[in-house]
Every structure is written in C-alpha cells, then in structure tokens.
DNA sequence: CTGTTAGCGCATTCAA
DNA sequence: TTGAATGCGCTAACAG
C-alpha cells in the first residue's frame, strides 16, 4: 500500500536508479531532476521500505541488545547509557530481556544471526562454550558488558576486588561477624559476580584471619523481599551478625528492611552495605559499591561500533573501575 | 557468507520450493525429503534470513516500542509487563526511547511506518495532531498506554479522579495547605498526567472551598533532585504547606529527602503523597496513588495484538483502576 | 548525468 | 508431492 521507488520514478519521470541516488547522495544527480524527484517523494510520502533496503544491502541495520534482570535499577541503568549512544547511531535496537534460564538458552542461541541483527551486545551474561561457539561461528560482532569471556570483547569490573574493599571496610570499623546475602551461586543463568563477590567477600575474611561462617551466607533471587526474608533469618541467628555485605543494593533495602522490622538500628547495631549504587542508594543513605553502570553502556555500544567497524579489531578488555561509597549504613559495632 | 535456502536446497538435492515448504509447513512434504531437507539444514546450520523473509512477507516481525522517562521506575515497569507479552510472541521489539522533545519529533515521524514495523504502542506521549496524521495515514496499527487520543485505541486511567482522591484524603486528615509537586504542565513533550493530576489537586481544593495558592504549586522536571529543591523551596515559605502531593513517587522521594533536610518529620509536621506505587514507595512507607504499571504494558501489548489481527477493531479505550494506598508518609496535621 | 538490469533471500504461485 | 519461475523493494553495477 505505501508508496515505492517505483512510484516516486514513475511520478517523478525518471529511473529508479536516480530515485535512489537522490536517497542515498550515493551519485550525483543534476539539481533540476533532484527537485523533481524530491517533489515525488514529498507528493507520495515516500519512506523507503527497510526490508527491501536491508536484504539489498545485506545489512540489517539492527543491534541486538540482550538484558537479564531487566527489572533491576541497575540494569536499566546500563540499557540507558547504551540507549544514548544507540540513538544517534543510525542502528536500531532489537530488545531481548531474559528472565528465566529457557528464554536465555533460546535468545542466545536464535539471536546471534547476521541477517537477523548486525551487532550484539550482552549484559551481564557468562556466554557457556556452546553460546560462544554459536557466537564465534555466526560472526557477528559482539561486546560483552559486566562480563568476561577469553574470546569476546568485554567492559568488565573487578568484582573480587570491589567486594573484598567493601568487607575490608567492615573489618577495618571493628566487624567480625560479616553476613553475605547474594543471588544463587549456583544458577544455571550464567552470571558469575555473584560467585565473584562471594570470592571477594571471602578473600578478605581469610586475609583477616576471621573464619568462614557458611550460616552467614544465604543466597535467593534478586528480589529485596527475599534478601529481606534472608536477613530476617541472619538477624535471628544466636549469634548474628554485626554487618551485612548485600550482593546488590536492591538487596541491601531488603536488609534495611528487615533490620526495621525487628527494631535494629542502623548503623548502631547493625552495618549493611549494598552494591551498584543505583539511584536510590542515595535516598537510603546507603554504604555501598559503586560502579559505572550508565558507563558500561555507552563504553559497550562505543566498543561495539569499534569492533563492526574494523572486525579484526584485537580483543578488547576494558575495566571499569568501582569505587566504595561511604554514607549512613555503617559504623563500627557496638 | 551463511548458508542460504539455495545451499540447503542443493545440499538436499531439491528446490528451493521443497525447503520453503518444510521451513515454514506451508504445504505437505515427502517425509523422506523432508528428512533430506532437515539433515541439510543442520549440517549447514541453515537459519533463514529475516529480511529476505520480511521482504517476502511484507511485515517485519517487529513491534516499535516508544517509551520516554524511560530513567523512571514507572516506565519501566510498564515496559517490563509489554515484554512480557512480546517476549512469548513472534514479534521482535525494537525499541526508542525518548528523552528529549526533538527526539520525540523524529521518532514520532519516523518510526510508525509500515515496512520498517508492524504495530506500534507508545506509552505515555500524547501525539499531536501532526503525530496523528502520520500514524493514521500510515496505517501502522497503533495502541496508546497512560494515554488517550479520540482516534487511537489506548490503555490509560483518570489521572483527574486519582489526584482528586489523593488530595481528598489530605483535606479529610484535615490539611487545609497543600503543596503540589509536578512535572512542567507545558513543555512540549505531549503528556498530560501533569496537568490532569493538577487538575485533580485544583478540583479537589475548589470542592472543599480551600482558595488555590499558586505558591503551593512547584514545576520542574521529573528528578528527584529537582523535587527535593522544589520540596525545599515549599517547606521554607513563610506559611509551608502541611502537606504535598507530588506527581509521581520518584519525585515524592526528593519531597521526603527535604523533610529529613530540614528535620521535620514525616508525617507528625508533614505528610507526603506519591503517585505510582513503584516497589520502592513500600520501602519508604510513601502512602501513594497505585496505577498498574506492569498491567499496562501486559494489556497495551494485548491490545495491539488484536488490533492487528482485526484491523477494524472498534476503538477501544480501555481505563485501568487507581487506588488510594495508605502507608506512613500521612497523617492530621499538628 | 541517468535509465536499465541483476540480484539480495525468501515465500508462493503455477506447472508438472 | 515437487521444481521452476515470479516478485517483494531496494542498491549498485553497467551501459549509455
């Protein structure tokens, strides 16, 4: 129903093949006639039909963006930073969220197609060796963000590092008994800065000689209500801890949460710190590790655009650096 | 460079017809050939090229998604329920995100055309009558969510009645100076939630012969810095309000943060309104204005989908309840 | 400077 | 039940 290049020609009386040339400026074309042709366009309302574009030029003018945890501050906040960039490309963005380990396995395994998106770009999945070979052979760029892989170009962050600093600190204020809330260690998802940070947080214990106490470690989903649930549960030990080291702030308001609910005062009795630093961590006055989230974005969809634009870029690792975020939710005990 | 249905048909030693056919079971197949066919697909790892298929077709498998604020909780979460449905259907999504006025221009201009998508749904824009004529001549099956417009089908809810009964209980706790935090009521951005809620907030003072004070009234946009500036502004007038109504829960934070600034407690000599009930107003107590948020999108989805199939579906204005939800963040005046 | 043509990869019709 | 031919709308190479 809508107008073609074959309209345009027709009303316009000349070829397709200047049709397009007044389209793309790909030859030069006499003024008069691109006046004529431009008239058409206008007159008809003509769009160019992206279909017939992309299956001729063989591109598909696509990035895919895939996403797990969508429904996390933290995550929206890296889609955001990649969005600004996306925007003023001429590339448009194909959203994948995955929630549950099928939709991953399926996303990852029918999204990387040339034909289907020209650039891929993956937050905060572990591609397994089959993604990778699926990957690898379909050849089309792709750039992991707050993830790692020996082949594939990545924006990653230290997360053993950052969570060893922040228990560090706990331990540096007097702590001795640190809880570790956290996602599943174990989850067939593929995101592995729980299993890091749980390294982190066990590493710095260790380096202080304060013995690994596996009922100080509880792991759920990502919800605050569960990470309340387990903080309800770490709070009510015989001897409970004294600080809580949340995998995520999201889990970390659970933590306040449940400290509220049995009239814990933080931090006088209780020192929690998150992880993110997401906007409300602000409001909550909240301890926490900060990253680059919007960053990691805009530095992912910049290093996707390096990679399509010169395939044979060598392998890109890019760290971004995190930060510990001192405010209201910690203190030495009491 | 990927293997094509030429290759398959080749490898399988039959026409390209035979493939197509067992591709998409358009018509009986052979079971032997069809073993021929499939064995050759696999070795060849043979995935049909979409916009050969989209050319085909004449549809693109894509859904355009228009989502501006998209740094809110709320809209995300509007979005989250659309994936929801997207997620499970044959549709891509391909998505646009607004944030400033000439973006919204150019994607309201660009985006709804057939050939480059096959239904369109955007959240809370209100499309000009330039935008209309677009959509409308275009005929790009369309659905508007926390929207309305006479022409198009749309999810949206009486944001007038919501703020009047959230306002209503202030008046009934026995608030007679209340504060109104919004969004600009003009900017050019096309929504009016704005200024329906202050609608609402005007309706309810008139009916209860509480005279409108345009000092109590504060714009500025959607952050929650910015509400905590205009907060601060209110709360130091001469003669402050004894409670604020904000326009949305994000800005009601910043209200709330400016009460903790100047030490006045909330709600014994303030109380706090929002608007959204995002998962974060529960961990702050805000007693705030519920709106289905991931509903919307569920249903906005939904919508589209039977436009499309039915693409003289009577116009449907679906409106999705609000409801009043007390916590903390209110109380009688002192 | 411009018109014509081939072909991108696929679905589908028409014959067989 | 199947193969061959046609066309979707466009770009680019070719020829004028």
Partial sequence: MPATIHDVAKKAKVGIGTVSSVLNNSRPVNEETRKRVLAAIAELDFVPNSSGRRLSLGKTHMIGVVIPYFSTPSQVERLRGAMSVLADSVYDVSLFTVETTSQRQKILKTVPHRGRIDGLIIFSLEPTEEDLQQIVQKDVPT????????HLHSIYLDDVAAAKEAVNYLITLGHRKI????DRLN??????????????????????????????HRQGDVSRDKAREMALYLLQLPDPPTAIF????VQALGVLEAARDLHIDVPTDLSVIGYDDIE???FARLTTVRQQLYDSGVKGVRLLFDVMNNPNLPLNCIQLPTELVVRQTTAPPT
Avoid: M, T, W
């Avoid at 809880?179 to 956290?182: A, D, N, R, T």
């Avoid at 800065?193 to 710095?204: D, E, I, P, T, V």
């Fill in 179 to 182: 809880g570790f809330i956290s």
């Fill in 246 to 249: 949340a995998y995520s702030d």
């Fill in 143 to 150: 750039v992991l963000v707050e993830s790692k892989h020996a």
């Fill in 187 to 216: 989850d067939s998802f593929g995101s592995l800065f729980s299993c890091n940070r749980y390294k982190g947080y066990c590493q710095a214990l260790k380096e202080a000689g304060i013995p690994i106490n596996p009922e100080y």
């Fill in 280 to 282: 409300i961590a602000y």
